[in-house]
């Protein structure tokens, strides 16, 4: 099983060729291969596939470390947009690949970075999902130990918590990530970024994901974070947003409009897994 290992802002990846119908791996194979000891380790393993939609020049799937699937990823939609550029499966500056949530656009800009059309945030409880009633730009709620927490919630194709924070470097990422995603709150459980916020313009972010803990960034926790402090009025249509692995750069008029998120794809090396 042929593969590429790669990262998007220290978010890693293995992207596997299923072009021409080839079967997915199981479950067991994708825990053996996400492994960081046993195995090749990653965040998220994502599969280039065939798409039967018209205008979408190949599709993907993803898979967390733990064998669960994920409705989407904007760091390794960008990794697999470089992947079809250097295989020629995408001829031009534009190009729409078809994800589990839904079709999105990848530009190539001339710096060679990739910028993607994440879609609209979606701040409906039920479609989050989270477990309340009322839309809200931050609710409050208290974790089993009673203490109090604020957070703002965002879809962007998978479910976000977004808490603002004093200070990045010392937020309990691990303990308030674990705790919200075995939350009632959330029944599909949730990522959870913890932002920082050091003007309109700039964010700090980490964040702890569903099925792999924290990564070094997340391209739609970076996209949610933004949506969740622009609703509040925290940040404002442009914003960089500073992850542990790199900088993303997201646009959002807000509205009914998309998010727009730009960063690195990189490279790390080719190999083949044998089982």
Request: with cysteine; hydrophobic share 40%; charged share 20%.
């Amino acid at each position: 099983m042929r593969f590429s290992k790669m990262h998007g802002a220290g978010n890693d990846f293995v992207i596997l060729d299923l072009r021409g119908g080839l079967p997915a791996p199981s479950t067991g194979t994708v825990r053996a291969i996400g492994d960081r000891h046993r195995g090749v380790g990653f965040d998220q393993l994502l599969s280039v596939e065939d798409s039967p939609k018209p205008g979408c020049v190949a599709s993907y799937r993803i898979w967390n470390s733990d064998g669960t699937s994920a409705e989407q990823c904007g760091n390794g939609a960008r990794c697999v947009a470089a992947w079809i550029v250097r295989a020629g499966i995408a001829s031009g500056p534009r190009f729409a690949l078809d994800s589990p949530a839904g079709p999105i656009q990848v530009d190539c800009l001339e710096d060679g970075r990739f910028a993607l059309d994440m879609g609209r945030p979606v701040f409906a409880p039920a479609a989050i999902p989270l477990g309340l009633d009322a839309e809200l730009p931050a609710y409050e709620t208290r974790l089993g130990t009673g203490e109090p927490l604020r957070f703002g919630a965002a879809s962007m194709g998978n479910p976000h918590a977004v808490i603002e924070v004093a200070s990045v470097q010392d937020a309990p990422v691990e303990r308030i990530g674990r705790a919200l995603q075995a939350s009632t709150l959330f029944p599909a459980s949730v990522n959870v970024g913890f932002a920082q916020v050091l003007d309109t313009t700039h964010i700090r972010l980490r964040v702890y994901e569903r099925g792999a803990g924290e990564t070094l960034a997340c391209g739609s926790g970076a996209c949610a974070a933004v949506a969740v402090l622009a609703r509040q009025g925290r940040v404002g249509p442009r914003v960089d947003v500073d992850l542990p692995g790199g900088r993303l750069s997201i646009d959002w008029p807000g509205g009914d409009a998309s998010i727009r998120m730009a960063g690195p794809a990189a490279f790390v090396f080719e190999a083949e897994w044998l089982e």
